[in-house]
């Protein structure tokens, strides 16, 4: 049998990234730089999410 993993916190990291990839695309043309910065802030955002979801379950 296999056990069914019913934590989702560590998507939010993946969520977020995506969301940074997203935001940093709108911005390509005007400004390269932004686009980095955009991404490197959706994961930390991720990061905090998931380690506030992990700390409510406990």
Do not use: C, H
């Given at each position: 049998?296999?056990?069914k993993?019913?934590?989702?916190?560590s998507?939010?990291?993946?969520?977020?990234?995506?969301?940074?990839?997203?935001?940093?695309?709108?911005f390509?043309?005007?400004?390269?730089?932004?686009?980095?910065?955009?991404?490197?802030?959706?994961?930390?955002i991720?990061?905090?999410?998931?380690?506030?979801?992990?700390?409510?379950?406990?």
């Amino acid at each position: 049998m296999t056990t069914k993993k019913d934590d989702k916190s560590s998507w939010a990291i993946g969520g977020m990234t995506l969301v940074g990839v997203g935001v940093g695309l709108i911005f390509v043309q005007t400004a390269p730089l932004i686009t980095a910065a955009s991404i490197i802030i959706g994961i930390g955002i991720g990061l905090v999410i998931t380690s506030l979801l992990s700390r409510s379950k406990d």
